[in-house]
């Protein structure tokens, strides 16, 4: 990965190329934000360079992920019972040099493993002390990169602390995480915190015109819905940022959700629209959450008469976009988006589709009649 091919990030790659520079590169560092925002690809590229300034030819390596010192460890499933990352390199390898800003679903996904837990393991942190035992294979530096750091549970967290603490010479540590919610206090304190920030709107806008000429025109609009995400951007696009699918379904939810107050037969017709998504695989469903997000902000916009900000409007199938919009104000938007990060968080815990949707899609007939 070079730097030039990262959208966006421009102060954070110039401090970065600086510490290298100027040789103060902390031997362990915390990359925080989501995959979209190109934290990988900067951790890449940073690799990379350590590795040019000390052989020219290492360059080619890195791009291709086959540097002999460069180790990656990232989360598995328990595959006849070993859990190690080394097992499933070649299908990481493929997904990022395809997708270098692919996230930890789009990786689920990938491996087929949608019902599994992926994890980082207390064996996978065994098999990585004993390879940073060694000597390097070209004399110089040897770099861990570790990829959503968050997913290590309790036993490899507290060995890896134990690495952090005495780690072998001449070794550099870069872990990425999308929060630090679910790491080691205690490991947090021994690394170098680097906050990733979303991608900037303009940049984002310039790199998606630049890499798929697309036109001013759809390149804002995509813009707006992927906030700053170059990868989910990026799939907006191949999707040609029309989901038929999520709108038929959203307007269904929607009328149903307005009906059952009168008619409470219609939570019939709730729990069919929850056994339906539920059958989705998981990254499929949390894009259909971001989408209803969506759709209910741009209805907040439209109900407090700012149209120019409602890029994206529903009006297919009869739907009375600006009728809705009126049931969507201060009053109930903070509980809708609530619920839907609720049910969010619950997905990515691997909780019962079934039963989250439906509870979703119940509770939507709850906030959707408050008045402001």
Not at 68 to 81: A, G, Q, R
Not at 113 to 132: C, G, H, P, R
Not at 171 to 181: D, G, M, P
Not at 210 to 223: H, L, T
Request: neutral net charge.
């Amino acid at each position: 990965m070079n730097w030039e091919n990262i959208a966006g990030q421009e102060n954070l790659k110039r401090l970065l190329r600086d510490s290298i520079t100027e040789n103060r590169v902390s031997h362990a560092q915390l990359f925080v934000g989501k995959e979209g925002y190109g934290t990988l690809p900067m951790v890449l590229a940073y690799a990379k360079e350590i590795f040019s300034r000390e052989n020219e030819h290492a360059a080619s390596k890195v791009e291709h992920l086959n540097h002999l010192d460069l180790h990656f460890s990232f989360p598995v499933y328990t595959d006849n019972k070993n859990s190690l990352s080394k097992n499933k390199f070649e299908e990481f390898r493929e997904m990022i040099l395809a997708s270098p800003y692919a996230s930890y679903d789009d990786w689920t996904a990938f491996l087929d493993s949608e019902n599994k837990q992926l994890f980082i393991s207390a064996d996978e942190v065994d098999d990585q002390n004993q390879k940073f035992s060694l000597k390097s294979y070209e004399g110089g530096t040897k770099i861990l990169i570790v990829w959503r750091a968050d997913k290590m549970n309790i036993a490899a967290s507290n060995k890896f602390l134990k690495f952090l603490e005495e780690p072998p010479a001449k070794t550099v540590i870069l872990l990425t995480a999308e929060s630090t919610n679910d790491i080691l206090p205690t490991i947090l304190s021994r690394t170098q915190v680097v906050e990733v920030p979303r991608i900037h709107d303009q940049d984002l806008e310039n790199y998606l015109k630049k890499s798929f000429s697309v036109s001013e025109e759809k390149a804002r609009e995509i813009v707006h819905e992927a906030q700053g995400n170059l990868n989910d951007a990026i799939k907006l696009l191949q999707t040609g940022n029309k989901t038929d699918e999520f709108e038929k379904l959203f307007v269904q939810w929607v009328r149903d959700a307005f009906m059952v107050k009168k008619k409470p037969q219609f939570l019939k017709s709730i729990i069919m629209w929850a056994r339906e998504i539920a059958g989705w695989n998981r990254e499929k469903q949390k894009n259909f959450l971001n989408y209803c997000s969506e759709i209910f902000r741009l209805a907040l916009l439209q109900n407090y008469r700012s149209e120019p900000l409602v890029y994206k409007r529903i009006d297919a199938n009869g739907f009375n976009w600006t009728g809705f919009s009126k049931f969507i104000s201060g009053a109930n938007i903070e509980s809708i988006l609530e619920e839907i990060n609720t049910a969010d968080l619950h997905l990515t815990r691997n909780g019962n589709p079934k039963i989250i949707w439906t509870d979703l899609g119940i509770k939507l007939s709850r906030h959707i009649h408050k008045n402001s």
